[in-house]
Each structure stands twice: as C-alpha cells, then as structure tokens.
T-cell receptor, first 119, second 110 residues
Framework: SQTIHQWPATLVQPVGSPLSLECTVE??????LYWYRQAAGRGLQLLFY??????ISSEVPQNLSASRPQDRQFILSSKKLLLSDSGFYLC??????????????????FGPGTRLTVL | RKEVEQDPGPFNVPEGATVAFNCTYS??????FFWYRQDCRKEPKLLMS???SGNEDGRFTAQLNRASQYISLLIRDSKLSDSATYLC???????????FGTGTRLQVFP
C-alpha cells in the first residue's frame, strides 16, 4: 500500500531564516506530487505541483520554491522566510494520468502536514 | 465567483440527526468530484468520490447534478465522531489539479 511522509511535524523559525520541508511517497511510482498551504481558518491553497522528476509548476507567485530531485521526493524551500509564510503545509500525491483530466480516479492523498510558525 | 463554494457552517446537530451539505462549482469542464473530511489540525482525508449516478457508503450519500453544477453530501444517523470539517473538491477541468472548497464545519452534540 502507498504511504506518504512529511517532516518535520512542527517547526518554529525566525523571519529571514531558510526553510526546507521534505515529503516522500512509498509504494507507488511516478506519482503526481503537490504542495499546499492552509492558513489558519482558510482553505487549501495549491502552491506547486509536479508530474515528474525536475518538473515543477508554480501556482502562485511567492517566497517559496519546490524541487523534485527523485521520483518520490518533493521538497519545499525558502531562502528567507516571511511572517506570512506561517501555516500548515501539506504534501499530497495522486496517480499519474497519461492524459491529464481524463480519469475520474485522480483523488489526492495527503501527508500528515508540517505546521510552520514564523516569528 | 469562487471556483468551489460551500456554506462554512457550523452545523450543530444532535446525535442521530440527518444533515446535508451542499456545494456549487463554477467550471463546467470538471470531471472529478470528491468529499474530503478534515479533523482539527489534521490533514484532509478522502471520504468518498462522487459519481454522476449518485453513490452511497454506509451512512453517507453523495449526489452530483452536472446541469446545476451542484454536489451534495447527506449524513444519516450522525455520530459524535462525524464532527469535522467537510471539504467539497472538484477537478480543475483537463488538469490533474483539484480545487478545494473552504469546508463546512459539522459539530454533533450528545
């Protein structure tokens, strides 16, 4: 069965410090991978998604970047954190579809999340 | 107009009650529809997919109306453990992306 891991679970960082959050998936190959942020009391905002190694699409202009150095590894980074970067960061995976949007079975499965507080 | 709209609630219902949540979406090209459940300070978890013919999973029934671009979730015989936020989720047309509603909060009381 497939599992998805994220670490760390919680993080408190000062403004201006760097960030690296890691996500790994087991039990599947060539998944689509996603990074979301959920601010307190808000909905899920898609930050990045990746359909393969080295392929990253950014959804919103921001202070963050993403990388996919291996098939089942997805990393979220920042060189200098801002106060507004605080939030609950969620990684998700879904099955890769040969033609995007053609299958109803594109549900996403989430990792346990990282709760980031920037002070 | 938001891509996915839900009543934020909260819906406060007694144990054993039946409660229904509605959701509307704006992209007529959307092909996939889901309900997710999110407990406080936890990740969202897939509750059920929503099919055109409607589908049922135990006490939960989901329905889709493509013409009205409307999705519903019905929970029968509510349990205390059903207390959570329910997220309506719709695919973004011909992409692998999903659009999440902001959720409807349900609180079941004894």
């Amino acid at each position: 069965s497939q599992t998805i891991h994220q670490w760390p679970a919680t993080l408190v960082q000062p403004v201006g410090s760097p960030l690296s959050l890691e996500c790994t998936v087991e039990g599947t190959s060539n998944p689509n991978l996603y990074w979301y942020r959920q601010a307190a009391g808000r909905g899920l905002q898609l930050l990045f998604y990746s359909v393969g190694i080295g392929q990253i699409s950014s959804e919103v202009p921001q202070n963050l970047s993403a990388s996919r150095p291996q098939d089942r590894q997805f990393i979220l980074s920042s060189k200098k954190l801002l106060l507004s970067d605080s939030g609950f960061y969620l990684c998700a995976w879904s099955l890769h579809q040969s033609v995007p949007g053609t299958s109803a079975e594109n549900e996403q499965f989430f990792g346990p999340g990282t709760r980031l507080t920037v002070l | 107009r938001k891509e996915v709209e839900q009543d934020p609630g909260p819906f406060n219902v007694p144990e054993g009650a039946t409660v229904a949540f509605n959701c509307t979406y704006s992209n007529s090209a959307s092909q996939s529809f889901f309900w997710y459940r999110q407990d406080c300070r936890k990740e969202p978890k897939l509750l059920m997919s929503v099919y055109s013919s409607g589908n049922e999973d135990g006490r939960f029934t989901a329905q889709l109306n493509r013409a009205s671009q409307y999705i519903s979730l019905l929970i029968r015989d509510s349990k205390l453990s059903d207390s959570a936020t329910y997220l309506c989720v719709v695919s973004g047309g011909n992409t692998d992306k999903l659009i999440f509603g902001t959720g409807t909060r349900l609180q079941v009381f004894p």
